[in-house]
C-alpha cells in the first residue's frame, strides 16, 4: 500500500494532465462517427480492414490516384495500422486522443526537467495545452498539432544531453521522430528544439573541444536516426515526381493568396499568427462579452509573456530563453529575425512554405516551460507580489481558454448521428464493384449535409460558429473500388480525368463515354445541390439528376435525396486489385493497352510490359493482347523499409524499458527483503 501511496503522488503530475485531456478532448472517445473539416473517424458499418488492406497502408498503397505514393509520417502509419488491428473501427477515435494526449504528456516530462514542483508543472502543462495556439490548428484536426511530438523529444533530449546521458534517454528521445511528419512545421520545430538544448549545454562547464565534439556526435545521431525514420522521403526527394508538385502547388498558393506574411513578438505571445484561418478564441470571446473584454484577454496575454522573460532572466533560467528567441525569430517569417526565416525557406524549401498558424503553439510550450520559474517561497514581499500577481493571471487565463476549448470542440467533435440512408448508400454504392472506378460529381472529397443542427451550447455560452460536418464515409473508405473524388491539385489539361470531367460539364455525351469506358468508371456519386460545398472551387457540376443521366448514358440506381448513385450500362474494361503491395490488373476487353489510375512519375515497376504517359497517369502497353500484370513501385520498397526499421527501433525501446523497468523491480524487492526481520 504504502509503494502505491508513493507511485500516486510521486505521478501526480501525469494523472491530473491525464483528467485534463480527458475533460477536454472526451468527445473524441466517448461519441461515435465525428467528421469536421479534416479529420473525419470511421462509422461501424465501415467494418475493420483486412490483412491485405493494412499490408497496402504499409506500403503506401491505397485505392485513390495516384495509387502509390510516399507517406510522410511513416511512423504515423504504422501507429494507425496497429490500432486498426487492435480497435477496428474505433481505432481512428483513439488515434486522435492518442497524439493529443502524447502532447501534453511531453509537456509533463519537459517540465520535470526544470522543476520539482508539482502545481508548476500540472499548471504549466495546462499553459501548454489550453491556449490559443492549440485550439487554432486541432479544430481542422488533432493531427494538425504538427509540433505534437516536439516536447516529448525535448523531454528526453534534455536528459540525455543535460541531466543523465543513459541509453534509455536517447531512445525515448528519439521515439517521437518516428511519428513527426516532414510536412509543415516538423523539420523546423525539431531543428529548433535540437539546437537549443545544445545552446543549453554549451553554456555549461568543460573544455570547449569537448563540448564540441559532444554536440556534434549527439546532432549527428538524431539527424541520422531522423533520417532512417523518413527514408522513403529522403527518396522521393531525390527522385522527384507529382508527389512534390503537390506541395509545391500548396506552398505557392499560400504565398500567392496571402503573400509572404510577417509576425512580430506581440503578436506571437497574442497567439495571433494566422494566415487564411480565423482565431477561434478571439472569435469566441467577441461573441460572448464586448470587444474591450476580447483586447484586454491579447493585452493580459502579452503582459504574461513579458512578465516570464523578466522572470526568467532574473532566475537565471536561460533554456527556456534560448528556446523562446529562437521560437520567435522561426515564426517571425518575413519579419526574418536572425535571419532563421530565409536560411529555413532556402534550405528546406517545400516543407517549411505552410500556415503560420501551425507554428503558434510553439510560443504555448514556451509559456509552460516559463511557469515552472515562479517560486512559492520569495523574499522580500515586493518580490513575491511580482511572482504571484502572474501566478493569478495565468491560471484565470487558462481557465478562460479552457472554456472556450470546450465550446469550440463540442461543435467541431459532437458525435453525428449518420441517416440510415448514409449506410445504405455506402453499400449501394460499392455493391458489385470489384476494382473499377467511383467517380464523384462535382469532384470534391469535402461537402457538408444538412442534417446537422446541433450549435454547441457549453456552460451557457454558445458557439459563434454553427457548423455542419463532411459526411466522408461514402467515399473516404473504398472497399474495393477506385475513387476519384479530387482533380489534379496542378492542372494538367492532358489529364484524362480532366477531360472526363470537362465532356460531362460541356454535355459532350460522346466524349464522357469514351473516358469513362477508358477509365473503367462503373460508379457515380451525385452530390445533390442541397448539399452544402463551395461551388467556387468545384465547376465540375451538374446540379439536376435527370441531366447527369442524359450527359452520361448511366442510369439512377438508388435516389436518396441529398445524394444519388448511378451505374454505367457498360461492362468493366479491367479489374484492379490491391493484394498488399502489389497492385494486380486483369483485363476483362482484348485490348492492347490499358489506362491505369496510377500517377505517371511514381517510380512504377511492371513485369513484361512498357509503359507511358497518358496525361499524368500510367498507360500499359502491349504489342499484344494484355494478359493479367501485377504492378508495384520503388516507393513501395522504401515504405516497406521504413516501416521496418521504425518497428525493429519499437521493439528496442520495449526491450529497453522492460529491462528497466525489472531492474527497479529487483532493486525494490532486495531492499524489501533486507529489511524483514
Known amino acids: ?125 495546462a499553459v501548454g495545452l489550453v491556449n490559443p495556439g492549440v485550439l487554432n490548428v486541432i479544430r481542422d484536426s488533432p493531427l494538425t498539432l504538427y509540433i505534437g511530438p516536439i516536447p516529448w523529444f525535448i523531454a528526453f533530449y534534455y536528459r540525455y544531453r543535460i541531466l543523465r546521458r543513459s ?150 533560467n536561460f533554456f527556456p530563453l534560448i528556446f523562446f528567441s529562437l521560437s520567435v525569430a522561426l515564426v517571425s517569417y518575413a519579419q526574418n529575425y536572425l ?78 448521428n449518420l441517416p440510415q440512408s448514409v ?23 469535402r461537402f457538408y449535409f444538412p442534417f446537422y443542427t446541433y450549435n454547441g451550447t457549453v456552460y451557457g455560452l454558445r458557439n459563434p460558429e454553427p457548423c455542419v460536418p463532411p459526411v466522408f464515409p461514402l467515399l473516404a473508405y473504398p472497399k474495393s473500388a477506385v475513387v476519384i473524388d479530387s482533380l489534379p491539385s496542378v492542372a494538367n489539361l492532358e489529364n484524362p480525368y480532366v477531360e472526363l470531367y470537362y465532356t460531362l460539364f460541356i454535355g459532350n455525351t460522346t466524349g464522357f463515354q469514351y473516358y469513362s469506358t477508358i477509365l473503367n468508371v462503373q460508379r457515380i456519386f451525385w452530390i445533390g445541390p442541397s448539399v452544402n460545398f463551395n461551388k467556387l472551387y468545384t465547376p465540375y457540376y451538374v446540379a439536376n439528376l435527370t441531366m447527369l443521366e442524359n450527359r452520361t448514358g448511366f442510369h439512377v440506381i438508388a435516389d436518396y435525396g441529398d445524394f444519388a448513385i448511378l451505374g454505367s450500362n457498360n461492362d468493366p474494361t479491367y479489374k484492379l486489385l490491391i493484394r498488399g503491395p502489389l497492385v494486380e490488373i486483369y483485363p476483362l476487353r482484348n485490348v492492347t493497352s490499358v489506362v491505369t489510375p496510377v500517377g505517371y512519375g511514381t517510380q512504377v515497376i511492371v513485369n513484361g510490359y512498357s509503359v507511358r504517359d497518358y496525361g499524368g497517369v500510367v498507360e500499359v502497353v502491349s504489342s499484344h493482347p494484355l494478359r493479367p500484370f501485377t504492378l508495384t513501385s520503388n516507393y513501395v520498397i522504401f515504405n516497406l523499409i521504413t516501416d521496418s526499421a521504425i518497428i525493429v527501433f519499437y521493439l528496442v525501446l520495449l526491450v529497453s524499458l522492460f529491462k528497466v523497468v525489472w531492474s527497479r523491480s529487483s532493486v525494490r524487492e532486495s531492499k524489501a527483503l533486507s529489511s524483514d526481520p
Open 1 to 125: 500500500m504504502k509503494l502505491s501511496d508513493n507511485w500516486v503522488t510521486g505521478n501526480s503530475d501525469l494523472l491530473v494532465t491525464l483528467i485534463l485531456d480527458f475533460i477536454l478532448f472526451h468527445n473524441l472517445v466517448t461519441g461515435g462517427y465525428i467528421g469536421y473539416a479534416d479529420m473525419t473517424t470511421i462509422p461501424a458499418f465501415i467494418g475493420s480492414p483486412d490483412l491485405p488492406g493494412i499490408l497496402a497502408s504499409l506500403s503506401g498503397i491505397s485505392y485513390f490516384p495516384p495509387i502509390f505514393q510516399v507517406p510522410l509520417d511513416a511512423g504515423l502509419t504504422v501507429v494507425q495500422v496497429l490500432y486498426s488491428l487492435v480497435f477496428g473501427t474505433y481505432s481512428a477515435n483513439l488515434l486522435y486522443y492518442s497524439w493529443l494526449v502524447f502532447y501534453s504528456l511531453g509537456l509533463v516530462f519537459l517540465l520535470r526537467n526544470l522543476t520539482q514542483n508539482k502545481g508548476l508543472i500540472i499548471l504549466g502543462t
Open 167 to 316: 541509453r534509455l534517454n536517447l531512445l525515448l528521445s528519439l521515439l517521437p521522430l518516428t511519428i513527426l511528419s516532414i510536412y509543415g512545421p516538423g523539420i523546423p520545430a525539431l531543428l529548433l528544439s535540437l539546437i537549443s538544448v545544445e545552446m543549453f549545454a554549451f553554456l555549461r562547464q568543460g573544455q570547449v573541444r569537448d563540448k564540441i565534439v559532444s554536440s556534434l556526435k549527439s546532432v549527428a545521431l538524431v539527424l541520422f536516426f531522423f533520417t532512417v525514420f523518413h527514408l522513403n522521403v529522403l527518396y522521393l526527394v531525390l527522385t522527384g515526381g507529382p508527389q512534390l508538385d503537390t506541395y509545391r502547388e500548396a506552398e505557392n498558393h499560400l504565398v500567392t493568396n496571402y503573400g509572404i506574411l510577417s509576425f512580430n513578438l506581440i503578436q506571437q505571445l497574442e497567439f495571433n499568427v494566422l494566415s487564411n484561418k480565423f482565431n477561434y478564441y478571439y472569435i469566441s470571446l467577441l461573441s460572448w462579452a464586448s470587444t474591450t473584454f476580447s483586447q484586454l484577454i491579447a493585452v493580459l496575454l502579452l503582459i504574461y509573456g513579458l512578465i516570464s522573460i523578466v522572470l526568467l532572466l532574473r532566475s537565471k
Open 339 to 416: 535571419d532563421l526565416y530565409q536560411t529555413i525557406t532556402h534550405t528546406f524549401p517545400i516543407f517549411a512554405g505552410v500556415d503560420p498558424s501551425e507554428y503558434n503553439p510553439l510560443m504555448g510550450v514556451f509559456l509552460a516551460m516559463a511557469t515552472t520559474s515562479f517560486k512559492t517561497q520569495v523574499k522580500p514581499m515586493v518580490f513575491r507580489l511580482i511572482h504571484y500577481l502572474p501566478l493569478v493571471l495565468i491560471i484565470f487565463l487558462t481557465l478562460l481558454s479552457g472554456v472556450v476549448m470546450e465550446a469550440n470542440l463540442a461543435v467541431v467533435w459532437n458525435h453525428v
Open 423 to 445: 449506410e445504405q448508400g455506402y453499400q449501394t454504392l460499392y455493391a458489385g464493384i470489384q476494382g473499377e472506378t467511383v467517380i464523384s460529381v462535382p469532384p470534391i472529397d
